[in-house]
């Protein structure tokens, strides 16, 4: 998928900037065939895709309509105002009809229970938009934006080996899918979650099962100091604290993530790398991150929003494009 994401984001920029001569790495190389292959296929061509999506979004739903729409093929957008999903129409009923029509679904859903219900029931592929428990589109493209730190358009995933990266928030989805990801990469993962806010223990043991499984060399360090999880950081991440669906715990929230906001001043007293690089799936609110570090010169937020275009282009030309009935 990186591969391809890769292609795809050198192609397409080296089209839509006129002065390519400046993106020398950025043209694709002539006989490179996994390149020109992914370019030239318009491997959605008279394909529909629904994008069913029970929550709001911005960065996931622009980038889903627009990868459909460049490799060839039809966006269906199904918001939940618009299908009677989950309201007047069980998901088995849902994943049965829909599927009968469409060559793919993307859905973003509120437990995760319902996304693994809609690809258990439907004849088409599913992939998961976001649950309450996982976002892996969103470490995909913040995969791409890490190996961009190395080289650009690298997909060398081995040249992650050794970073540290250190969260500094909730025990959510975001985390969860970099604990289930990273390690086995062999990124060390530093966490500081408030008290009272833990790991999932399904995910931790699904982690260490990957870890054992690839001979992963990350460790996933936990803690409830944010001092104690940026000491060393190549890269500080957070996210919002207030997920969708748990507006109604917002003051509760505020209160237990005091001291948790990642600032200059906190990087410098636990001791990150002074290069650190700050990463945010976005959309993002001021109490996790103040705007210096936010828009300060070692973020790289923008760029890892693009990515989820070049990366979803990659997920849908190889679950959707070239799966056969
Ligand atoms: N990062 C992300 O998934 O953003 P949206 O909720 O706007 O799609
Ligand atoms: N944790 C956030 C991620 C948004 C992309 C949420 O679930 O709302």
New binding site residues.
């Given amino acids: 998928l990186i591969n391809s994401a890769v292609a795809f984001k050198k192609y397409y920029k080296s089209i839509s900037i006129p002065e390519a001569g400046k993106l020398e790495g950025a043209i694709f190389e002539k006989g490179d065939a996994s390149v020109s292959d992914e370019v030239k296929r318009k491997s959605l061509e008279h394909k529909t895709i629904a994008l069913m999506f029970s929550k709001r979004s911005t960065r996931t739903r622009v980038a889903s309509e627009t990868a459909v729409q460049s490799l060839g093929g039809h966006p269906m957008f199904l918001g939940s105002a618009d299908i009677q999903l989950g309201v007047n129409e069980s998901l088995y009923d849902t994943a049965r009809v829909v599927s009968s029509m469409v060559d793919g679904i993307m859905a973003r859903v509120g437990h995760h229970s319902e996304v693994e219900t809609l690809a258990a029931n439907s004849s088409v592929p599913v992939i998961n938009a976001?649950s309450h428990l996982y976002?892996p589109t969103?470490i995909l493209a913040d995969l791409q934006a890490l190996l961009e730190l190395r080289q650009p358009f690298t997909t060398d995933l081995s040249s992650l080996q050794g970073l540290t990266i250190s969260w500094v928030g909730d025990s959510?989805?975001?985390l969860n899918e970099m604990m289930v990801t990273y390690p086995r990469l062999g990124v060390n993962l530093q966490i500081a979650t408030p008290k009272g806010y833990d790991l999932d223990q399904e995910v931790l043991d699904r982690a260490n099962e990957g870890i054992k499984q690839e001979g992963g060399t990350g460790k996933i360090i936990h803690t409830h100091s944010p001092e104690e999880a940026v000491k060393g950081a190549d890269v500080v991440t957070t996210?919002?604290w207030i997920?969708?669906g748990q507006e109604e715990e917002t003051a509760r929230r505020l209160k237990d993530f005091a001291g948790y906001q990642v600032t200059k001043e906190l990087l410098a007293r636990g001791g990150a790398n002074k290069d650190a690089i700050f990463m945010h799936?976005l959309?993002r609110h001021e109490y996790e991150v103040n705007d210096e570090v936010f828009y300060g010169d070692k973020s790289v937020v923008f760029q890892e929003a693009e990515n989820r275009k070049w990366t979803i282009m990659a997920i849908f030309d190889a679950y959707f494009g070239k799966w056969k009935v």
């Fill in positions: 976001l976002h969103q959510n989805n975001i996210d919002t997920s969708m799936c959309p």
